[in-house]
Each structure stands twice: as structure tokens, then as C-alpha cells.
């Protein structure tokens, strides 16, 4: 969501080689009417499930994609509390 964040992200998969392959975007998971069309690619996300209420939406969105997930995550104890 942080506008510095994405552009990195993006700058680094053309760094990479990839930046034609990749697309970077922000938008509210719950909001079904602001997500993109299905494309069935990879999603990958990281320090992405910090709160219990976004993971069923994450989940419904993924599935909306028709993707494959990668979501790496802290393994810190307030994450273990969470559950996540």
C-alpha cells in the first residue's frame, strides 16, 4: 500500500530481469468491485497476514485470481499469538 514500497518492488523486478513479467499494485482486498481481472499467475506477498481479519479476504482473492500464492511472513511472537 505504501507508494515508495511498490515502486521498489517493481524497480527491483526490472533489475532482475522480470519487469515485464511483473505487475505491482495497491488496492483494498475487501473491496470485490477494485480488484483485478483473473489472470491465474503468481502472487506474492510478504509481512502481508499482521492481522487475522485480512487473511480470509487475502485467501477469496487469491482464489478470485485463479493463482498460485507465495506469502512469506515474520516468525515473531506477536505473529504467533495471531495465530499467523
Known amino acids: 500500500r505504501e507508494p515508495l514500497t511498490l515502486a521498489l518492488a517493481n524497480e527491483s523486478a526490472t533489475i532482475n530481469g522480470v519487469g515485464d513479467s511483473v505487475s505491482v499494485s495497491a488496492f483494498d482486498w475487501t473491496d470485490r468491485s477494485k480488484w483485478p481481472t483473473p489472470w491465474g499467475g503468481l502472487v506474492v506477498g510478504a509481512d502481508?497476514?499482521?492481522?487475522?481479519?485480512?487473511?480470509?479476504?487475502?485467501?477469496?482473492?487469491?482464489?478470485?485470481l485463479g493463482s498460485n500464492a507465495l506469502l512469506m511472513e515474520p516468525d515473531n511472537k506477536e505473529r504467533q499469538q495471531l495465530g499467523s
Not at 502481508?48 to 478470485?64: G, K, N, R, T
Open 48 to 64: 502481508v497476514l499482521y492481522d487475522e481479519e485480512v487473511v480470509d479476504p487475502l485467501l477469496d482473492l487469491i482464489e478470485h
